[in-house]
C-alpha cells in the first residue's frame, strides 16, 4: 500500500508534466517567407521575424506587423524488428498555430523595439510524460519520438531591443520567455488500505524564465549582409513536492516526494549567415547553426547517457551523451516581376541522439526538409503590404535499431528488461503549410 499512497501523490504533480521538445520555430520556423527559405534568414530577416532569426535584423525596417498561420500535419512511425512484441507506435495528427510580432522606432532612426509571438490554436498545453527506459513497458509499452511529438504545444514570447551603432553595423538583444512552475501537493490518506477515500490539496505558482537572445548584423551594402545570432538553453521546469500523510500507515505516517521535472527543453543554438544579392530581383541565403545537444535533459531532468556495446570487444560501455549538431542552411527568393516573389529552401539536420543499444528509447532521425513559397507585394500608405504562402516538407530518414539484451537482464523476459528487444524501425514525415500577412513601413 505504500507504493500505492506514493504513486497517488505523484500523480497529483504529474498532472502538469510535459514531453521534452524543441520549440516550434526551432523545428519548422516563424513564418511563411522564413520557412519557404529553409529557415537561412540569419542574415536576412528585417521585419518583426528577427526576434527569433537575429535580434539586429529588427534596425534594418522602421516599423513592421505580420501574423501567420501554420498548419501542421505529421506521420511518425516506429514498427518492431521480426520477433519483437508491442512497441509499435504511430502518430498521425493535424495540429496549428499562429505567429504575429511587430517592430517600432518611435521615430529614432537608430533605435528598435521588438516582439515576437507563438500562440498554439489547439491545445495551450498537451500534458503528455513518458519514461523512455525500461519503467515505459508498465505503463504503454510504446516508444516515442522524442524531439517531434507535441512540439506545436508551446507559447513562444520574444521581447526585443535593437541598435543601430553605424549604418553598416548593428546589434540586438532580447529575450525568450516561458514558465516556471512550482507545485506542492498536500496528500491526506485517511487508510492505507481503502484508497477510494483521498484528499488532494494542489498549490501551482507560475512564474517566467528567460534566456538571453542576442545577435549581430553587419551590412557594409544592401546586397551583402553577415549575421550572427545566439538563443541560450531553455526549459520549463516544475518543481516542488508532494507532502503525504497516512495517519493509518504502519510504518510511518508522514512522507516527502520531491518532484523535478523537465517540460519543453530547447537546446542553446549560435547561427551564422550571409545574404548576397547577385542581381536586383536574386537573394541567396545561407545560414549554419550549431545546436548544443550535449546539455539535453529528459522529462526527469536527467542527461540520457545511453549505454552501448563496443562492436569490437562486445563489451558494454559508459554513457555516451547526447551529440551537438550542425544544422546547414540554404534559401532562394527570385522575383520574376515587381510584386511577385518565388522562394525555395532546403536544411540538412542529422541526429544528436546516439544509438540505443541498451535500456533507453530515444527515438530520433536524421531530416531532410524541402520548402517552397511564393508571395505577392504591393505598396500601402507608404510601406509595403505582402501576402506570402508557403508549404514544407520534413522527411525523417529510415533508422534501423537493433538491441542487445541488457547485462542484467533477465534472459526469459528480454524484451521487458530491455523494452525494444530484439529492435525497431523509425521513419516518418511531417508536412507544414500556412500564410503571412506582414506590413512593413
Known amino acids: 500500500m505504500t507504493k500505492n499512497m506514493f504513486f497517488l501523490a505523484l500523480a497529483a504533480v504529474l498532472l502538469f508534466s510535459e514531453h521534452a521538445s524543441a520549440s516550434v520555430f526551432d523545428i519548422f520556423g516563424v513564418d511563411s517567407k522564413g520557412i519557404a527559405m529553409g529557415g537561412a534568414r540569419t542574415a536576412s530577416a528585417d521585419d518583426w521575424t528577427a526576434t527569433y532569426y537575429n535580434?539586429?535584423?529588427?534596425?534594418?525596417?522602421?516599423?513592421?506587423?505580420?501574423?501567420?498561420?501554420?498548419?501542421?500535419?505529421?506521420?511518425?512511425?516506429?514498427?518492431p524488428l521480426p520477433g519483437g512484441t508491442g512497441l509499435e507506435n504511430r502518430d498521425n495528427s493535424v495540429t496549428q498555430g499562429m505567429s504575429l510580432g511587430l517592430t517600432y522606432n518611435f521615430g529614432v532612426d537608430f533605435f528598435r523595439l521588438g516582439v515576437g509571438l507563438y500562440l498554439p490554436l489547439d491545445d495551450v498545453?498537451?500534458?503528455?510524460?513518458?519514461?523512455?527506459?525500461?519503467?515505459?513497458?508498465?505503463?504503454?509499452?510504446?516508444?516515442?519520438?522524442?524531439?517531434?511529438?507535441?512540439?506545436?504545444?508551446?507559447?513562444?514570447?520574444l521581447?526585443?531591443?535593437?541598435?543601430?551603432?553605424?549604418?553598416?553595423?548593428?546589434?540586438?538583444?532580447?529575450?525568450?520567455?516561458?514558465?516556471?512552475?512550482?507545485?506542492?501537493?498536500n496528500v491526506y490518506v485517511p487508510s492505507v488500505i481503502n484508497l477510494s477515500d483521498v484528499y488532494i490539496n494542489v498549490n501551482d505558482v507560475q512564474t517566467y524564465t528567460y534566456v538571453p537572445n542576442l545577435g549581430v548584423l553587419f551590412n557594409p551594402s544592401k546586397d551583402f549582409k553577415i549575421g550572427v545570432s545566439y538563443m541560450g538553453k531553455d526549459s520549463f521546469p516544475l518543481e516542488g513536492a508532494a507532502f503525504v500523510y497516512a495517519p493509518s500507515s504502519p510504518i510511518?505516517?508522514?512522507?516527502?516526494?520531491?518532484?523535478?521535472?523537465?517540460?519543453?527543453?530547447?537546446?542553446?543554438?549560435?547561427?551564422?549567415?550571409?545574404?548576397?544579392?547577385?542581381?536586383?530581383?536574386?537573394?541567396?541565403?545561407?545560414?549554419?547553426?550549431?545546436?548544443?545537444?550535449?546539455?539535453y535533459r529528459d522529462n526527469h531532468n536527467v542527461s540520457p547517457d545511453t549505454q552501448w556495446i563496443d562492436p569490437n570487444t562486445n563489451t558494454l560501455q559508459p554513457g555516451q551523451a547526447w551529440n551537438d549538431i550542425y544544422v546547414p542552411r540554404i534559401g532562394v527568393e527570385y522575383r520574376p516581376a515587381p510584386p511577385w516573389s518565388i522562394m525555395a529552401g532546403y536544411y540538412y539536420e542529422p541526429t544528436p541522439v546516439p544509438p540505443q543499444t541498451q535500456r533507453t528509447n530515444f527515438v530520433d532521425n536524421v531530416k531532410n526538409v524541402i520548402s517552397v513559397g511564393g508571395g505577392y507585394r504591393l505598396p500601402y500608405k507608404g510601406g509595403n503590404l505582402s501576402f506570402l504562402v508557403h508549404f514544407q516538407a520534413q522527411l525523417l530518414g529510415e533508422r534501423t535499431t537493433k538491441k542487445?539484451?541488457?547485462?542484467?537482464?533477465?534472459p526469459n523476459t528480454p524484451g521487458i528488461q530491455n523494452p525494444g528487444y530484439p529492435g525497431y524501425v523509425s521513419k516518418g514525415y511531417m508536412l507544414?503549410?500556412?500564410?503571412?500577412?506582414n506590413y512593413a513601413f
Request: zero cysteines.
Open 55 to 79: 535580434p539586429a535584423g529588427i534596425t534594418q525596417r522602421k516599423n513592421s506587423v505580420g501574423v501567420s498561420f501554420l498548419f501542421i500535419g505529421n506521420h511518425l512511425d516506429v514498427k
Open 125 to 157: 498545453q498537451k500534458q503528455i510524460t513518458h519514461f523512455p527506459d525500461a519503467t515505459e513497458y508498465y505503463f504503454t509499452n510504446k516508444l516515442y519520438f522524442e524531439l517531434d511529438e507535441n512540439m506545436t504545444e508551446r507559447q513562444i514570447v
Open 159 to 185: 521581447p526585443t531591443i535593437a541598435f543601430k551603432l553605424f549604418p553598416f553595423l548593428s546589434i540586438g538583444a532580447g529575450v525568450s520567455l516561458f514558465i516556471h512552475s512550482s507545485t506542492y501537493s
Open 252 to 295: 510511518g505516517q508522514h512522507f516527502t516526494q520531491p518532484i523535478e521535472q523537465i517540460i519543453f527543453f530547447t537546446p542553446a543554438h549560435l547561427s551564422a549567415g550571409i545574404m548576397y544579392r547577385p542581381i536586383d530581383n536574386l537573394e541567396l541565403d545561407g545560414t549554419i547553426t550549431w545546436v548544443e545537444w550535449s546539455q
Open 404 to 410: 542487445v539484451i541488457a547485462v542484467d537482464a533477465d
Open 432 to 437: 507544414n503549410t500556412g500564410f503571412e500577412v
